[in-house]
C-alpha cells in the first residue's frame, strides 16, 4: 500500500469501518460523528419507524443555508433596491432563478416535513417519559414544538423580501392578525413592522431576523434536540428492544455442550441465559456507517427533489410593491391561510354588534392548540408499550381527534388557497377572476 493509500484509507476509514471495535472508535476520534450513539436498535434504523422526517427537516435546513447564502451575496435589502436585484437574481445573474427557486421549494418543503415529522411523533406516543434512565422526551417534545414555530417565522420573516405585490400584502395580513393578540398585539406588530406601516425599517428588520437571528436559534435548539434524544436513549422504538432479543433468544436453540453432573459429565444443551447486555448486542448494530449512509442518502434525496422541483416550479415574482394598490383578495402565506379562514368565519353580525374573529380564529384557537399540543405529554395515561408504537389501540380516541384537528387545519387551508376569491367569497377555481394559489 502507497501512501497516499494509506492516507485515504485513514481519512474514510471512520465513515467505513471493517469492524464493530473500528465502528465504537470513529464515533469517539470523529468529530462529525461524535454526535451519534456507539449503536443503535436495529428498529430505529427502519425506514417504516420514523420516515427520518426529522433527518429530513434537517436536510433542507442545509440546503436553504447554502442556497441563502448565495442569495445573500446578489440582493440588497433596500425598498429601492430590493425588487430590481431579486428581478437580477432571476433573469440576469447564472443560474440565479435555480437557486431561488430550489431556495423556495426547500422552505416549503421544510414546513411540510416539520409538520409530518410532529405529526409522527404524536401518532406513535413518542414524547412519553418512559425511556432510558433520565431520560425526558417530553421535554423534547416542547423543543420540537419551539421548532415547529420558527419554521414558520422563517419562511413567514422571508416571504417579504421579494418586496413585490404578492410578498407586501401577505406581510400585511399577517402582521395585522399578530396585532388581535391581548394587551401585547399592537406593540408586537410595531415592533415586527419597525413602525405602523410596511416599510424600510420592516424590511430591514425582516432580512436581519430571516438571515441571522432566527437560523442562530434554530441551529441552538436543533443542536439540543438531537442531543435530548441521545439523552433519552434514541427512538421511543428503542425502548422495546429487550422484548425482541427475548423473542430471539426464545426461539435460537441452545448451543451444543455438556452438562455437568456429581457424576461426571454427559452430553447435550446447556442452560442458556441471556443478560442485559447480551439483550443488546442482538437487538442492536453499531450506528457506524449504517446511521451516516441512511442520511447521506436522504440528504441526497432532499436536495434531488429540491433541485427538480427548483427548476420546474417558477418562483412567482408580480409587480413592485405598491401600499396604494391592494389586491383583493389579499392573503397571507400559505401555510397561515387556515387562519385566515378561521378569522373569515368566526367574524359575523349579531344585531347590530359584530364579532371579531381576528383575536378567536387568529391568536385564541392556534394558542391553544400549541399550549395543549406542549401539556399533552404529561396528561397522555397510555401505558408504556404504546411509545414508539404507530396507532396504539390505547391511544385510539387522542390520536383520532389529533388526526381530525389536523384535517381541519388541511382543509381550510385549501379552502382560503383554491376557493377564496375577491372579498374573500367563495369562488371556483376556475372562475373568471380568481386569486392564484399563494403556494406557486
Known sequence: MSGRDGFFARLFRPWNPRTPREASEAVVRNVWLHAFPARITKRSLSWLASGWLGTASLHLFIVLSITGVVLMFLYVPSVERAYQSVKDIEFVVSFGAWIRGTHRVAAHLMVIAVVLHLVRVFLTGAYKKEGAPGAHRPLNWCVGLALLVLTFALSFTG?????????????????????????????????????????????????????????????????????????????A?????????????????????????????????????VSSAGLLEQASTPSVPAIPRRSLAVFLAVLALCSVLGLLLHAPLEEPANPAVTPNPAKAP?????????????????????VDGTLVGGILIPGVLIGVLGVWP???????????????????????????????????TIIGMYFRGPYWAWTWPWAEGHAHPTLT
Open 159 to 235: 416571504y417579504l423580501l421579494p418586496w413585490d405585490q404578492l410578498a407586501y400584502w401577505a406581510v400585511t395580513v399577517g402582521t395585522q392578525i399578530a396585532a388581535a393578540a391581548p394587551l401585547v398585539g399592537e406593540e408586537l406588530r410595531q415592533l415586527l413592522l419597525g413602525g405602523t406601516v410596511v416599510g424600510q425599517p420592516t424590511l430591514l428588520r425582516f432580512y436581519v431576523l430571516h438571515c441571522f437571528v432566527l437560523p442562530a436559534v434554530t441551529i441552538f435548539l436543533v443542536a439540543w434536540h438531537m442531543w435530548r434524544i441521545r439523552k433519552d436513549g434514541g427512538l
Open 237 to 273: 422504538v428503542a425502548d422495546r428492544v429487550s422484548d425482541d432479543a427475548r423473542e430471539q433468544a426464545a426461539i435460537t436453540p441452545p448451543p451444543p455442550g455438556k452438562t455437568y453432573t456429581l457424576m461426571g459429565t454427559t452430553k447435550g444443551g446447556t442452560v442458556s441465559s
Open 334 to 354: 400559505w401555510y397561515f391561510l387556515w387562519l385566515q379562514e378561521l378569522v373569515s368565519i368566526l367574524t359575523f353580525r349579531i344585531g347590530s354588534f359584530i
Open 378 to 412: 404529561y396528561l397522555d395515561k397510555s401505558p408504556a408499550a404504546a411509545a414508539g408504537v404507530w396507532f396504539h389501540p390505547s391511544r385510539k380516541v387522542q390520536n383520532r381527534v389529533f388526526l381530525l384537528l389536523l384535517f381541519a387545519c388541511v382543509l381550510l
